[in-house]
């Protein structure tokens, strides 16, 4: 199982970013797709999540700016960011919790990660 992330970049404060992320590889089913980000001297964090009834979950500093969806016929995830902030600043892993077969364990997979710049 793979995850590729895509979308990060430089952008001004205030500016908008998407960022989406495709799992691919053997996968049966897969129960929560998420966003979670890192800033240089700091803990991952999460950003968001969604399942795949498509329930979301946001952290407090996200809430109103960034939104999550979700494409399951192509098990990809996005996240669009908006009101972009110099705190924002970090890079975004993707995250899937998902089966592989029908009798596979839950695991949980992360992508590369996308570096997002918001100069101030």
């Known amino acids: 199982v793979q995850l590729q992330a895509s979308g990060g970049g430089l952008v001004q404060t205030g500016g908008s970013l998407t960022l989406s992320c495709a799992a691919s590889g053997t996968i049966f089913s897969i129960n929560v797709m998420g966003w979670y980000r890192q800033a240089p001297g700091k803990q991952r964090e999460l950003v968001a999540e969604i399942t795949s009834g498509s329930s979301t979950n946001y952290a407090d500093f996200v809430k109103g700016r960034f939104t999550i969806s979700r494409d399951n016929a192509k098990n990809t995830v996005y996240v669009q960011m908006n009101s972009l902030k110099p705190e924002d600043t970090a890079v975004y892993y993707c995250?899937?919790?998902?089966?592989?077969?029908?009798?596979?364990?839950?695991?949980?997979?992360w992508g590369q990660g996308t570096l997002v710049t918001v100069s101030s």
């Open positions: 995250n899937a919790l998902l089966k592989r077969t029908y009798d596979d364990y839950v695991q949980r997979y």
